[in-house]
């Protein structure tokens, strides 16, 4: 079992620069549906996906998901990518969820590969090696929650509108994370204050005039995640990721292979030499 823990949790590949896309802004058919933009100066270890599909609403149709899932191949191999934010360059919304329009065409097998195909992409951003970070500055509604859901940490401005409303279309949530029985059952939806309240939000914002106060907001706790050692950062999230739904001695045994990894790392000696000569250390990475 160790030996299989071993290769599984073994270290991210090495480096390779990434290739921004573009988006316009007035959604024209055949444009790309999304940005990725590395940021720079103080944001530097940033990367944004910046969803654009004004006409939809961001609902995540083949184009869409396509685009998403050809970003998160390239972005997984990216040692540069400290965090990866999702946003919405669409004011008002998140994302809408599953592209219903489209689905109407679609045939039952390819609704079934479509689903498969979603799925995918949700696991795909809950098995991204870095931390992720879900703005949602408006509404975030059936598979767009779960994608949000899918992401490590979430922040909400007020505005945001929220819920897995499948049941109310007669479908059912078919990708992303479990969530509370009571939230499918009913479809219920909820504002930022109250997702906070039952844990499916780290953090609620006030607002702004801009409608764009939940990207700050993760854009601030971004920063705060930047300057720890990145190593340390995705193997903590390998073992909470992988410790969470086994036995106690195989959390362990998840968590020691993880420390184990770490402990060669240039990082590491960096961390204690710093903290011996009281000074903020310096990671690189390595």
Same mark, same amino acid.
């Given at each position: ?12 590949? /090495?480096?390779?620069?990434l290739?921004?896309?573009?988006c $316009? ?5 055949g444009? /790309? ?8 100066g103080?944001d530097?270890?940033?990367t ?7 006409s939809?609403?961001?609902?995540l149709?083949n184009?869409l ?9 390239? %972005?997984?191999?990216?040692q ?11 004011k008002g919304?998140?994302?809408?969820g ?22 995918? %992409? ?24 779960? &994608?949000?859901?899918?992401?490590? %940490? ?9 819920? &897995? ?17 009571e &939230? ?8 930022g ?20 106060? $939940? ?19 995705? %193997? ?13 001695a195989s959390?362990? $045994? ?9 402990? /060669? ?8 030499a ?5 000074? /903020? ?6």
């Open positions: 079992m160790l030996r299989a823990l071993t290769s599984a949790l073994r270290l991210p590949r /090495p480096w390779r620069p290739q921004t896309r573009s $316009a802004s007035d959604g024209a058919a444009d /790309p549906e999304i940005q990725v933009r590395a940021l720079a103080p530097q270890g940033i944004e996906i910046l969803m654009n599909r004004p939809a609403r961001n609902a149709g184009v998901v396509s685009e998403l899932l050809e970003a998160l191949a390239r %972005l997984r191999e990216d540069q990518v400290r965090v990866l934010l999702f946003r919405s360059g669409v919304v998140f994302c809408a599953a592209d219903l329009k489209e689905r109407e065409q679609m045939s039952e097998a390819e609704v079934g590969i479509f689903v498969q195909r979603l799925r995918g %992409l949700m696991n795909e951003i809950a098995a991204f090696p870095a931390p992720t970070i879900a703005a949602m500055d408006g509404f975030a509604l059936g598979g767009g929650l779960e &994608l949000a859901l899918a992401c490590d %940490l979430r922040v909400a401005a007020s505005s945001a509108v929220m819920g &897995l409303i499948e049941t109310t279309r007669g479908l059912l949530p078919g990708a992303g994370v479990a969530l509370a029985k &939230l499918i059952f009913t479809g219920r939806r909820l504002s204050a109250q997702a906070q309240a039952l844990g499916l939000v780290n953090h609620t914002v006030p607002q702004n005039e801009e409608g764009n106060a $939940a990207y700050h907001r993760a854009r601030v706790l971004a920063q705060e995640i930047l300057p720890q050692a990145p190593i340390a950062v995705r %193997l903590g999230k390998v073992a909470i990721d992988r410790g969470m739904d086994v036995d106690i959390g362990m $045994a998840i968590e020691g292979i993880c420390y184990a990894q770490n402990i /060669p790392t240039q990082d590491r000696l960096e961390g204690m710093a903290f011996r000569e009281k000074r /903020p250390p310096r990671f690189v990475g390595k």
